[in-house]
């Protein structure tokens, strides 16, 4: 396998037949778009650049995937969750 480091160099990894299977059942693989997955854990932490966040996400099978958030971004989530929509329908009336 050849894999790139955090630095981007390129190593070459060999391993035996017989872990071939566990590394790609450990391999991110895509989901169809309406997929859901179920969140075990979750971590959010301030991102590399100092101004953003990092949120990981982790599943019960110990799946992870990590995003850069804007702070307003977080905020927005928030909201979601606290009052549970994006946006209220506020019924008018004209007297």
Known sequence: MLLRDAAGQQISLSLPTSCLNSVLAAAP????????????????????NGADMALTLRTPEG?????????????????????????????????
């Open 63 to 95: 799946m992870a995937v990590s995003f850069t958030i804007k702070r307003w971004q977080v905020q927005g989530m928030a909201t979601v969750a606290t009052y549970g929509a994006t946006s209220e329908i506020i019924s008018r009336s004209v007297h």
């Open 29 to 48: 693989q895509l989901s169809q778009p309406d997929t859901v997955h179920s969140v075990d854990t979750w971590n959010m932490s301030l991102a590399e």
